[in-house]
């Protein structure tokens, strides 16, 4: 399994520098003109790092929150983590708030999206530790009360915030700047440090929390653990680019299928196919309606759901 | 004797005037920004009890009761304020909600214009609708007349006109603003796009190297120039930041209306200016 991985992560190369070079013009970095120069500086190399950092911190969380939750149907979004980035993202697009200039909104997401991760936490939290089945409903019932303040803010409103709003909510690529870059890196990297320095103790969590407690993990302190290191990922993702759908829930099945299940490959497995499917999603986003743009969150789940759907026909894929 | 006689042609006036007033709506709905300025531009604007959220425009429709959006008007807002006509574009308007309206036996009048070749002959319709063909014959030469004098510029410009910023999206063809930008000369780099308003590749927008660059901001947009600077630092290598030919123009061309012809005289001036 760990040559799966390796082929995975030399995949994932040539799926970066394809990205790279091509596009709605192809650019061929040993000759560049001026003006190619600046497009592969200053517009594809951050799109590439930002799609490729948010790809990888949705799937690698998904792995590692379907693992914890025992729950085949858990997405990072599900923690309610993005609505709250959402909420504040939005009220701060629609109040027009530029207190961090450009960094606002992002700032704002995070923030927003490490709140009702607290929230969360906190209603999920009982006798030393973390309750799985307590977190998912609580992230649940959060989620949906945040939803509803956002769109309460948004049937009342009517500004050009609205419009702004909207905008960033089917969050896509299209303005990533190397501003972001190092904070989400750095936030990315920290909590998939966590997550795999923690994925023995996931790994016994997937056979049951006596079996776990028997192995020597306390499995309400590795959940909460993880929880953080999948709330970090999330919210930095989220406040990198916006909401991109069906990486955080499928990808992590599709590399189960391919790597299997133990979580010290599954989880570099499914941040790199994470990244690769964000980053060619948006390659073609970028690259067939030309000169318009399609959001790389439409492509990820046009290319990667009949993927999923193969796999899903072909092999046991909850089994495995 | 003289008396008698001014208080009969009084009462006649007023007995005519009151029959000619029958005759028109006396309580309009507009249900578009475009249909509430061309109603006011008209001089009709007096008879218009009722406007969308959006109407900002004359200042007067500010002062009318709302009816909710464009695309989402309340009917319950629209019946209640009792119209003999309710204004409509096919330009945004829901089909249904006309549909609705005669359900409950109010007149409707929908707009079928979309380009501003279109827009004579809709005012002229509208004109008839609302009983105010003056204003609205007036209204017609006015755009016939800057269309007919208007001499596309030899060798103009690449330009590129900015709806939003971030992320950025252009002003594409099938729009008021590249018919105008085409009429006025300037060749538009979105003009292959394959929709009228789309999110434009930031790629394309550096390698096309424009040449000016407008930025609409119109209301509620005062904040366009902070939203805009990083676009435009990211768009600095083209030949419209280094030459500092960036705009800022007011909404005039986003409404297929009476402002298209002033909207068309500010994107001209401004290109010129810079030459």
């Known amino acids: 399994m760990r040559a799966r991985l390796a082929m995975a992560v030399l995949g994932g190369c040539a799926v970066l520098l394809a990205a790279l070079v091509l596009g709605p013009t192809t650019i061929l970095p040993w000759s560049m003109t001026d003006v190619e120069r600046q497009v592969m500086l200053s517009i594809r190399l951050p799109r590439v790092a930002v799609g490729a950092l948010m790809g990888a911190a949705l799937g690698a969380s998904g792995a590692a929150l379907q693992g914890m939750l025992r729950n085949p149907l858990a997405d990072p979004y599900i923690l309610g983590l993005s609505s709250g980035a959402t909420l504040a993202a939005a009220g701060g697009l629609m109040a027009g708030l530029t207190f961090l200039g450009p960094l606002t909104i992002p700032a704002l997401a995070f923030g927003g999206a490490m709140a009702s991760g607290l929230i969360v936490g906190v209603m999920g939290y009982r006798g030393g530790g973390i309750w799985p089945e307590r977190l998912l409903l609580a992230g649940i019932g959060i989620g949906f009360m945040l939803s509803a303040g956002l769109m309460l803010m ?124 964000l980053v060619v999603s948006d390659l073609i986003g970028r690259t067939v309606a030309s000169p318009a743009e399609i959001p790389a969150g439409i492509v990820t789940a046009l290319i990667g759901a009949p993927y999923f759907l193969y796999l899903l026909r072909r092999r046991d894929i909850l089994g495995a | 004797m003289i008396r008698l006689v001014i208080v009969c042609i009084a009462l ?149 006109f900015v709806v939003w910023p971030e992320p950025l999206m252009a002003a594409g063809p099938g729009t008021a603003i590249h018919d105008v930008m085409t009429l006025i000369g300037l060749r538009n780099i979105a003009a292959d796009s394959p929709i009228p308003y789309p999110k434009f590749s930031l790629e394309e927008a550096l390698m096309r190297m424009p040449e000016v660059i407008f930025l609409g901001s119109g209301s509620g947009m005062e904040n366009m120039g902070k939203i805009a600077e990083n676009l435009l630092s990211r768009l600095a290598s083209t030949p419209a930041v280094r030459n500092g030919r960036v705009y800022y123009l007011s909404d005039s061309l986003y409404r297929l209306g009476p402002r298209i012809v002033p909207g068309m005289r500010e994107m001209r001036r401004a290109v010129e200016a810079g030459r």
């Not at chain 1, 501003?179 to 890196?185: A, C």
């Not at chain 2, 507009?30 to 008879?47: I, K, N, Q, W």
């Not at chain 2, 959006?54 to 807002?77: K, Q, V, Y």
């Open chain 1, 154 to 277: 948004m049937s009342l409103s009517s500004s050009e915030g609205l419009k702004r709003a909207v905008l960033w909510i089917f969050g896509d690529l299209g303005i990533a700047g190397w501003s972001l870059v190092p904070m989400g890196g750095v936030l990315i990297g920290i909590g998939m440090g966590l997550a795999l320095w923690r994925a023995r103790a996931l790994n016994t969590l997937m056979l049951g929390e006596d079996l776990s407690h028997s192995l020597g993990f306390n499995p309400r302190r590795e959940a909460g653990v993880l929880f953080l290191a999948v709330g970090l990922m999330t919210a930095a993702s989220v406040s990198l680019g916006g909401m991109i759908g069906f990486i955080g829930l499928l990808v992590p099945h599709i590399m189960r299928a391919l790597v299997g299940p133990d979580h010290r490959v599954l989880i570099p497995a499914a941040a790199v196919g994470g990244g690769a499917l």
């Open chain 2, 12 to 160: 006649l006036a007023a007995s005519a005037s009151a029959s000619m007033a029958q005759a028109r709506p006396m309580r309009i709905v507009t249900l578009a920004p475009s249909m509430t300025e061309a109603v006011f531009a008209m001089g009709a604007g007096d008879r218009v009890v009722g406007v969308t959220d959006f109407c900002d425009w004359p200042e007067e429709a500010r002062t009318r009761p709302r009816i909710g959006g464009m695309s989402n008007p309340s009917i319950e807002a629209v019946i209640g304020l009792a119209p003999d006509l309710v204004v409509m574009t096919m330009d945004g308007n829901p089909r249904e909600f006309e549909a609705r309206l005669r359900e409950f036996g109010i007149k409707t009048f929908v707009s079928s214009a979309k380009r501003i070749a279109d827009l004579p002959d809709a005012y002229r319709a509208i004109g008839r609708e609302i009983g105010a063909p003056e204003g609205a014959e007036a209204l017609a030469r006015e755009l016939e007349a800057a269309l007919s004098a208007e001499a596309p510029m030899a060798d103009g410009p690449r330009a590129l």
